[in-house]
């Protein structure tokens, strides 16, 4: 697409003002050869790119790379053959690592269903095992202050439990059993955000929580149960 009359090749860095930061545009080169979907961006300026794209300004990177501060690809971070399938949501901890969501059933050789975390060089983190993951696409992620990460998407079963829609994983990847056990949401979750609370907002495609209607927008109450308090009525109808 092009952003201030210029081929910004899927992705561009804007001014202050608004305008184009030609600097950026020109150090990416041709960029992705296919659509970036996830961007996240670290302390340090680097910043975490994912998506449809085989290739960055000519490199074979699947489906995610990083490029420095100033647009130019980053040759520190060597994720290998990457993802099988796309990623949509790129996530940051505290100490540098990434979890890296989507539609993908391995990455880089290593059987990573829906949900995989790389370390800072982009190598498999292979300390976080998810077993055999998500049966299903996964949205997105929400790393909590204390390691654990709520993952929710399309899913029905995770690592052979079932889980629709929502479940959150200890820091190595393991199942909580302790949140969402028994909370059955009958279509996908599309995004969520996590309150001061510690309760969940979730918005997506579903109208049913454990039988009751919820039309698109619920919350969950800090252990992953529908918290029927909160009713939003008749809904936003499907997002």
């Given at each position: 697409f092009g952003v201030g009359?210029?081929?910004?090749?899927?992705?561009?860095?804007?001014n202050d003002d608004g305008s184009l930061d030609p600097a950026f545009t020109t150090a990416?080169?041709?960029?992705a050869d296919g659509g970036v979907d996830a961007l996240a961006l670290q302390a340090d300026g680097k910043i975490l790119l994912g998506g449809r794209f085989q290739n960055f300004n000519?490199?074979?990177?699947?489906?995610?790379?990083?490029?420095?501060a100033d647009g130019s690809a980053d040759a520190t971070f060597n994720p290998g053959t990457g993802p099988d399938q796309p990623v949509v949501s790129i996530q940051l901890q505290a100490d540098g690592k990434s979890i890296v969501t989507g539609t993908f059933t391995t990455f880089n050789g290593t059987a990573r269903?829906?949900?995989?975390r790389l370390n800072t060089d982009g190598s498999v983190d292979t300390t976080f095992n998810p077993g055999t993951g998500a049966s299903g696409l996964v949205n997105g992620a929400i790393i909590q202050t204390d390691g654990k990460i709520i993952v929710y998407g399309g899913f029905n079963f995770f690592n052979g439990q079932a889980r629709a829609k929502i479940i959150r994983l200890n820091a190595d990847g393991s199942i909580d059993t302790a949140y969402a056990a028994a909370t059955a949401i009958n279509s996908d979750i599309r995004d969520a955000e996590l309150l001061?609370?510690?309760?969940?907002?979730?918005?997506?495609?579903?109208?049913?929580?454990?039988?009751?209607?919820?039309?698109?927008?619920?919350?969950?109450?800090?252990?992953?149960?529908?918290?029927?308090?909160?009713?939003?009525?008749?809904?936003?109808?499907?997002?």
């Open positions: 009359n210029a081929n910004s090749k899927r992705l561009a860095r804007l990416l080169g041709t960029a000519g490199v074979a990177r699947n489906r995610i790379t990083r490029v420095n269903s829906g949900i995989v001061p609370t510690g309760k969940l907002l979730i918005v997506g495609v579903f109208s049913d929580i454990n039988g009751v209607s919820r039309s698109s927008v619920a919350r969950l109450d800090v252990n992953g149960a529908h918290d029927t308090t909160f009713n939003p009525g008749t809904g936003a109808g499907l997002l």
